[in-house]
């Protein structure tokens, strides 16, 4: 099994077929979930507190927008745990959206980065496209190593 | 402070300030004045057509986003009072939205809209005087509609470095008091003395009491006031009915001893405004700083100025620690201290005029109030950058209490 960190990091889609396939799925909902669940901390609606953006001077510097900081301060450390990367470009906002197109552009350049393996692929516009875009995808996370947590 | 009764709703027209860590510290200030922050709803399939709707094509969802929510206030699907708009500081795509965004509220809807710039470090503190002034706004309107003082009516303005104090009687100033602020009780007592000895009237006399500035919830629970509020309503108000402008659009520019403001008025009623306050540069603080360094009272400094010629004198910044190391630095190499003088005026004005009237839609009649405004070199300055006459009404640096004075009046009259 593999860690795979989808963009975008909230794809309900990507994250479903990454945990078909029998990978871990390194997304938003999951690190949301943990942090509005933190007991003792009480700053709605996601929990995020100014501590945060503080987090994400790791991945950014102080003069970017306090946002994008907050938002690296939840992708950040998924990204270092990704063994692999699913990044879909020019995706409708209904695939997943995650709002701010610096962090978007600062996550994908740190997927990349990083140097493991990666599908880029298109969003589908038609249904053949459509066909070919799960069809990749599949033979992507086929591709991956299995057994990775039995190490 | 919070007002009884059903609540304001504020439309939060913004861009990541749930992943910015101050969305908590938004609600807070939002609920000590009894107001509630909603969130106008809009169908997610606008969000890929409302940026090419607006004109306005940005990378940023979340920015498209605001402009769905913004379309959605004006266009009354979502029933608000007012709108606060705010996005990251530093964000240059966040912040041309939010301009634009912030004109066309206004300007479609005509309610009330502030916009503001939020770092993690913001806090309900900072935030509550923007969102007090945007919830009188909404919540006032019948207040605000007064043009007269009647009876009996003292105002207060406890600032950040002076304390001004007035009496009116029958629409008249009849004693007006100014002195430092040490302790914000005491000076403001001292300034009220002051009015009252020179009006020769007692403090049994006096029959509503308005308090405004930094001190104003201190001084307004001392005085037992009957209305305490903050500095944009109480400044406008008093700026528009000292410049005898009460009527129609105007543009009221205070450069206090702390902060400064700039407030698009419309029948003495602020529309958008902002709220400096970051930086001292840009305040009366940096003219008493130079005033001291040039050996002559800060009365002086703006006669000086007149007379000098601020363009002979090379400034690299506008900081009050290396602004003033630049003027220093003029004086050693043989500027005169009127040109000195001339450039700390312009100095001030230009960066208010670069960091806060590029987001307020400049209309005359500009109305220049303040401490600041006394000194003749300010003024001057204002309106050689603007190019436009700029007004300086009588009793300027009381507008704050006047305004409390004359907006007290309705409850002589209630």
Known sequence: MAKVIIYPTNSLILSDMVERFGHEPLAMMEKIKKIINTVGVDSPPLNITPEEPKRGLKYAAVEVPAGVRGRMALIGPMIELAEAGIIVGDSSISFGCMGCARTNELTKFLIREKGIPILEIKYPRTEEEGQDFVYKIAEFLKSLPSGSDEE | MSDKGNPVLIALVSCGSEYAGVQSELEKAASTLNAKLVYPEMDVATLDTIGMEFGLEVASPDLRLMMARAKAVVEGVAKVDGVFVTSCFRCAEAAIVRNELRRYIFEESGLPVISYSFTERTTAATLLTRLEALTTIARRKHLLARTKQTGITAGID???????????????????????????????????????????????????????????????????????????????????YLADQQKGPATVIDIGGMDNKAISVQDGIPGMFTMGGICAGASGRFLEMTAKRLGVEITDLGDLAIKGMGENVEMNSYCIVFGIQSLVNSLAKGSSPEDVAAAACHSVVEQIFEQQLQEVEVKEPLILVGGSSLIAGVPKALGDLLKIDVIVPPHSQLIGAVGAALLASGYVSE
């Open chain 2, 158 to 240: 406890s600032g950040s470095t002076t304390t001004k104090a007035v009496v009116m009687k029958d629409n008249e100033i009849v004693g007006e008091g100014w002195v430092p602020t040490i302790k914000v009780l005491e000076s403001a007592e001292t300034a009220l003395q002051q009015a009252l000895d020179q009006s020769g009237l007692k403090t049994e006399d006096i029959q509503a009491i308005g308090t405004t500035g930094y001190g104003r919830f201190l001084i307004g629970e001392h005085f037992k006031a009957d209305l305490v509020q903050e500095e944009i309503t109480m400044n406008s108000k008093g700026a528009v």
